[in-house]
């Protein structure tokens, strides 16, 4: 038991310190940005990335839309900074994939008509949908 007590305490330790760590170098990379945008160098600092709009078709393709691209800021760091994600994030993402906002069920039911009564009858049968 006093065993697992003091790896636990090594382990609260180590994290302590890799988390102390993590915002030190994030402090650090804030102050030297500052610094630059300060002295002017805003173009080493900051960059532009063009975002394309994208769309999975039915039969499994991706189309991309050439026509309306978003321009997004990024800065050229680790960390998210000054509201900007990092340009190395960006540039990995620069297609956003379009989704449908409906659920399968709804999905589902717009691509399907309401059902005729047989018989040639044009009177529709309650909410029965049968699909297109």
């Known amino acids: 038991m006093a065993l697992m007590g003091r790896l636990l305490r090594i382990l609260w330790r180590w994290s302590l310190l890799l988390l102390l760590l993590v915002a030190l170098f ?25 975002i394309y709009d994208a769309a999975e078709m039915k039969n499994g393709r991706v189309e991309i839309y050439f ?10 760091a680790v960390f998210p900074h000054f509201g900007d994600p990092p340009c190395w994030y960006v540039r990995r993402h620069v297609f956003k994939l ?8 709804e999905w589902r039911a717009a691509q399907c008509v309401p059902a005729r009564a047989p018989s040639g009858s044009s009177r529709l049968r309650g909410s029965a949908l049968q699909p297109a």
């Open 98 to 105: 379009l989704t449908n906002a409906w659920s399968g069920a």
């Open 26 to 50: 994030a402090a650090g990379e804030d102050a030297v940005l500052r610094y630059r945008l300060q002295r002017g160098a805003g173009s080493a600092v900051l960059d532009h990335v063009t």
């Open 67 to 76: 026509d309306h691209p978003e321009i997004r800021d990024c800065v050229h």
